[in-house]
């Protein structure tokens, strides 16, 4: 029962995060053409369940002109909208409300900033908090994404054994975060990681949508290629467990994956994305129509 549609309007991002897993920066390649919004948009009526669609990156805002388009098409089509963006064009409160005012006329549904040292310094003018301002007083949703550097906090974790440590910050361990964020971090022994707990690969409520056509059920893990094969039939026919990569994940998680396809691996990672994603980029160039673009896995 997918309703939500988010596009990742473009790789290419102003800022290059450690946390990113996406591995966005101003060099990234990929950014969707107006027309291929519009093709995107004629499958979405054909699936008949979709309710919102997101306009993320990358930074939207780089590709203003195409967002609004692609914001208009969707409000006209009877979806909601939101949006993601790192808030770097909001210089003052007043100059944000510029860029905000047509976004309110589109009539948004969310906006969400990222507010926090990832993308801003605690000396400037804090761009989130200039356009949380100004959104507010035009009236639209808005809310903030706020991701810390890693902490190990103490506790109880229901999804590790009992008195585990737990990783708090709300970085996910994946994409350049892999690279950047582990270093000395506890890890538990991979044997534990028989499931995915963030996503539902038997059953998306929503994917994101690349401009290389690829649908992203987690980031670098394609039910398809729109461009080969329509959207709407991809998501007709998606079948989790005869993928070669969702299979195992639903099975017995990443744990399954690498005894499934014989991966050398460590015997401790940080957590079931950190797994994951390793055991994926071994694969990468074994199954390349299904973990792809190569780039989110920092190879392009």
Same mark, same amino acid.
């Given at each position: 029962?997918?309703?939500?549609?988010?596009?990742?309007?473009?790789?290419?991002?102003?800022?290059?995060?450690?946390?990113?897993?996406?591995?966005?920066?101003?060099?990234?390649?990929?950014?969707?053409?107006?027309?291929?919004?519009?093709?995107?948009? +004629?499958?979405?009526?054909?699936?008949?369940?979709?309710?919102?669609?997101?306009?993320?990156?990358?930074?939207?805002?780089?590709?203003?002109?195409?967002?609004?388009?692609?914001?208009?098409?969707?409000?006209?089509?009877?979806?909601?909208?939101?949006?993601?963006?790192?808030?770097?064009?909001?210089?003052?409160?007043?100059?944000?409300?510029?860029?905000?005012?047509?976004?309110?006329?589109?009539?948004?549904?969310?906006? +969400?900033?990222?507010?926090d040292l990832f993308?801003?310094?605690?000396?400037?003018?804090?761009?989130?908090?200039?356009?949380?301002?100004?959104?507010?007083?035009?009236?639209?949703?808005?809310?903030?994404?706020?991701?810390?550097?890693?902490?190990?906090?103490?506790?109880?974790?229901?999804?590790?054994?009992?008195?585990?440590?737990?990783?708090?910050?709300?970085?996910?361990?994946?994409?350049?975060?892999?690279?950047?964020?582990?270093?000395?971090?506890?890890?538990?022994?991979?044997?534990?990681?028989?499931?995915?707990?963030?996503?539902?690969?038997?059953?998306?409520?929503?994917?994101?949508?690349?401009?290389?056509?690829?649908?992203?059920?987690?980031?670098?893990?394609?039910?398809?290629?729109?461009?080969?094969?329509?959207? +709407?039939?991809?998501?007709?026919?998606?079948?989790?467990? +005869?993928?070669?990569?969702?299979?195992?994940?639903?099975?017995?998680?990443?744990?399954?994956?690498?005894?499934?396809?014989?991966?050398?691996?460590?015997?401790?990672?940080?957590?079931?994305?950190?797994?994951?994603?390793?055991v994926r980029l071994?694969?990468?160039?074994?199954?390349?129509?299904?973990?792809?673009?190569?780039?989110?896995?920092?190879?392009?």
């Open positions: 029962m997918l309703t939500g549609i988010h596009f990742l309007l473009t790789y290419t991002c102003n800022f290059g995060c450690d946390h990113c897993f996406l591995y966005c920066g101003p060099d990234a390649k990929g950014t969707f053409t107006l027309n291929k919004l519009r093709k995107v948009f +004629s499958e979405m009526t054909r699936i008949g369940t979709i309710e919102w669609v997101y306009f993320e990156g990358g930074e939207p805002f780089l590709f203003y002109p195409l967002m609004l388009e692609g914001i208009r098409i969707a409000r006209d089509a009877g979806f909601k909208t939101g949006i993601v963006t790192n808030a770097y064009w909001a210089t003052s409160v007043e100059d944000a409300g510029l860029w905000l005012k047509p976004l309110n006329e589109l009539e948004v549904a969310d906006l +969400s900033l990222s507010d993308h801003h310094t605690e000396e400037e003018d804090n761009p989130a908090k200039l356009a949380l301002t100004a959104a507010k007083r035009l009236g639209i949703p808005v809310d903030t994404i706020c991701i810390e550097e890693p902490t190990i906090e103490t506790g109880i974790d229901k999804e590790q054994e009992k008195g585990a440590p737990v990783i708090g910050g709300g970085a996910m361990f994946k994409g350049r975060a892999v690279e950047k964020l582990t270093e000395g971090l506890p890890r538990r022994q991979w044997e534990e990681f028989t499931q995915c707990p963030h996503e539902d690969l038997e059953d998306p409520k929503r994917v994101h949508l690349d401009s290389y056509g690829n649908v992203h059920l987690c980031q670098g893990l394609s039910m398809g290629n729109m461009e080969e094969t329509p959207l +709407s039939l991809l998501v007709k026919n998606h079948n989790a467990l +005869s993928h070669p990569i969702c299979g195992p994940l639903v099975r017995g998680g990443p744990a399954l994956l690498a005894k499934e396809y014989d991966v050398k691996h460590e015997d401790k990672y940080v957590d079931e994305c950190h797994f994951c994603y390793l071994a694969l990468i160039d074994r199954f390349p129509q299904h973990l792809t673009p190569r780039q989110v896995y920092g190879l392009e």
